[in-house]
């Protein structure tokens, strides 16, 4: 699409340079003689570039200018100037002016500027396309869940986001403290400013320190150089202690110290230096048990505890399993170029059974190697049953290919392994009146072996305690 330029200048000598040298597949160029012809057409037509003339009969330049800037803010302006009007070309600068050209110009130099002009314009642009994209990404309403426990989740953001408080994410491993971190930013005041993270549990107490402070040239053996700290990156936006139930209690007292007087020195410097941050923190520990222990400060914690945010694990949200099983299957058939459009009805079976111990994180490596191994449109459970060592759900899905004919044969002979082995060990309790020891002996096993057996299949014998030693009758409800 071309480009469009508007040309303003009483000299017809001068309109008929510019569209010289702008003439072209790449531009559309227009012209006006003064200042008021040229606004009536910026107000009836689009343009992305005026050429504006300061000295001008009816409207000089800079009143042109001032106008331009005040309804089409994006519109560039380059100034044309006789020698004696520099000092009003800098004013028309101050007033939004792109640059300025004194007459006589050379043909180069001003096809040089209005191409610098674009640049900048298109720079601009995919600066705000990605500030955009960034921000949609880590918005709330864009974590995927509409379960009730995801909705307290959003609420809790939606009420601190728009605050400075320190906020605390707790939850297990892989069920995306940092994405709800990212989305408190993304929808804080502090949006434009850093958003800094730190994983405490990747760094030795040392390197932390000198991660999070900084340090001064010759303050240990390597450092040749003075290094700024995280916390002096994140001024003015979000800093992001991941893990921080892994510090040291010595690095714990210095960021007290940090919290409670916003500043801090650097490793082997002696002047303080102050910031304006926002902490946010996560774990997946007891931190409360920690504090009894002694193991984590009571006053550190009574001070990132302000806002605490519960983010559930999987399987405590079962309903989003499908949401996020597209989500991510879509993504990696975007990224490797495959069409896979589909789980089938035991493949989604699975996964919303599964347990999920490495929570969202495992979910999305699941579907990754899933969409690696399927050979046309469809996830199946031939797919999935290797990857999370589970046992079909319901009917088996026909296999397509060869290679899922093997792994669905591997899992029938497996499925009807275990029937056999569970009648097995419920008919020798039965013969032997529940009595683990003399079962064990009757079928030949060692009693541990018998017991493992008993523990896989959730079998147990009322009053033995787990596995089974004494006589007893058997808990009817395992049966």
Known sequence: MKKRILIVDDEEIVVRSCQRILSGDEYDVDVA?????????????????????????????????????????????????????IDTAVKAMKLGAFDYLPKPFDPEEFALVVERAFERRQLMQENVNLKNEVSARYSFE?????????QAVYRLIARCAPTNSTVMLRGESGTGKELVARAIH????????????????SLSDNLLESELFGHVKGSFTGAVSNKKGLLEAADGGTLFLDEIGNISMSTQAKLLRFIEAREFKAVGDTQSKSVNIRLITATNKDLETMVADGTFRDDLYYRINIFPIEIPPLRERRDD????????????????????????????????????????RELENVVHRAVILTSD?????????????????????????????????????????ESVEKLFILGALKRNEWNVTASAEETGMQRTNFQALMKKYDIHVRGSGPGGTEDGEQDRTDL
């Open 33 to 85: 003689n003064n200042g008021l012809e040229a606004l009536a057409k910026i107000g009836e037509q689009e343009y992305d570039m005026v050429i504006l003339d300061i000295m001008m009969p009816k409207m000089n330049g800079i009143e042109v200018l001032q106008r331009v800037k005040e309804t089409h803010p994006d519109i560039d302006v380059i100034m044309i100037t006789g020698l004696n009007e």
């Open 142 to 150: 864009n974590i995927i869940g509409s379960s009730p426990p995801m």
């Open 186 to 201: 993304f929808n804080s005041l502090r949006k434009d400013q850093p958003f800094i993270t730190v994983d405490c549990a």
């Open 321 to 360: 399993i499908p949401a996020l099983a597209f989500h991510f299957l879509n993504a990696f058939s975007k990224d490797m170029d495959r069409v896979v459009k589909e789980f089938s009805t035991g493949a989604m079976n699975l996964l919303t059974n599964h347990d999920w111990p490495g929570n969202v």
């Open 377 to 417: 449109e469809t996830v199946r459970q031939a797919h999935l049953v290797n990857i999370l060592d589970m046992q079909p759900m319901g009917n088996l899905d026909v296999p397509r290919t060869s290679e899922e004919l093997k792994s669905i044969k591997k899992v029938a002979r497996q499925k009807s392994v």
